[in-house]
Protein backbone atom coordinates (compact mmCIF):
# COMPACT_ATOMS: atom_id res chain seq x y z
CA UNK A 1 0.00 0.00 0.00
CA UNK A 2 1.06 3.52 -0.68
CA UNK A 3 -0.97 5.74 1.72
CA UNK A 4 -4.56 4.25 1.15
CA UNK A 5 -3.94 2.68 -2.47
CA UNK A 6 -2.98 -0.88 -3.57
CA UNK A 7 -0.02 -1.07 -5.51
CA UNK A 8 0.12 -4.63 -6.02
CA UNK A 9 -2.42 -7.77 -5.95
CA UNK A 10 -2.01 -11.38 -7.23
CA UNK A 11 -4.11 -14.34 -7.26
CA UNK A 12 -1.89 -17.59 -8.37
CA UNK A 13 -2.02 -21.57 -8.01
CA UNK A 14 0.29 -23.29 -5.80
CA UNK A 15 3.48 -24.17 -8.29
CA UNK A 16 4.97 -26.66 -5.96
CA UNK A 17 3.64 -29.57 -3.37
CA UNK A 18 4.01 -28.65 -0.12
CA UNK A 19 3.89 -31.32 2.93
CA UNK A 20 1.39 -28.92 4.97
CA UNK A 21 -0.69 -26.31 5.01
CA UNK A 22 1.86 -24.05 7.29
CA UNK A 23 4.62 -24.55 4.73
CA UNK A 24 2.15 -23.49 2.00
CA UNK A 25 1.66 -20.49 3.67
CA UNK A 26 5.29 -19.80 4.28
CA UNK A 27 6.16 -20.54 0.48
CA UNK A 28 3.18 -17.96 0.18
CA UNK A 29 4.97 -15.49 2.54
CA UNK A 30 8.49 -15.80 0.68
CA UNK A 31 6.73 -15.05 -2.88
CA UNK A 32 4.84 -11.87 -0.89
CA UNK A 33 8.45 -10.30 0.29
CA UNK A 34 10.29 -11.30 -2.99
CA UNK A 35 7.82 -9.63 -4.87
CA UNK A 36 8.00 -6.62 -2.57
CA UNK A 37 11.31 -6.28 -2.67
CA UNK A 38 11.16 -6.44 -6.47
CA UNK A 39 8.68 -3.14 -6.29
CA UNK A 40 10.35 -1.42 -3.34
CA UNK A 41 13.59 -1.73 -6.08
CA UNK A 42 11.39 -0.39 -8.92
CA UNK A 43 10.14 2.48 -6.89
CA UNK A 44 13.79 3.20 -5.68
CA UNK A 45 15.33 3.30 -8.85
CA UNK A 46 12.47 4.71 -10.88
CA UNK A 47 11.54 7.63 -8.91
CA UNK A 48 13.73 7.72 -5.74
CA UNK A 49 10.75 7.08 -3.45
CA UNK A 50 11.54 4.97 -0.52
CA UNK A 51 9.09 2.89 0.99
CA UNK A 52 9.12 0.49 3.74
CA UNK A 53 8.15 -3.24 3.54
CA UNK A 54 5.36 -5.45 5.80
CA UNK A 55 4.60 -8.89 4.96
CA UNK A 56 1.34 -9.80 6.74
CA UNK A 57 0.46 -13.43 7.74
CA UNK A 58 -2.31 -15.10 9.95
CA UNK A 59 -0.51 -18.75 9.93
CA UNK A 60 1.71 -19.17 12.94
CA UNK A 61 3.28 -22.05 11.59
CA UNK A 62 4.43 -19.81 8.69
CA UNK A 63 5.61 -16.90 10.91
CA UNK A 64 7.71 -19.59 13.05
CA UNK A 65 9.21 -20.93 10.09
CA UNK A 66 9.90 -17.63 8.71
CA UNK A 67 11.35 -16.41 11.97
CA UNK A 68 13.87 -19.57 12.02
CA UNK A 69 17.40 -19.00 11.40
CA UNK A 70 20.42 -21.50 9.91
Known amino acids: M ?3 HMIKGW ?5 GVALSSGE ?6 V ?11 LYRDG ?3 HLPLRVWT ?3 AA ?5 RQG
Open 2 to 4: VGA
Open 47 to 49: GGV
Open 31 to 41: RAAGLGLGQQA
Open 24 to 29: AEYYGV
Open 58 to 60: DSS
Open 11 to 15: SATQA
Open 63 to 67: MGTAG
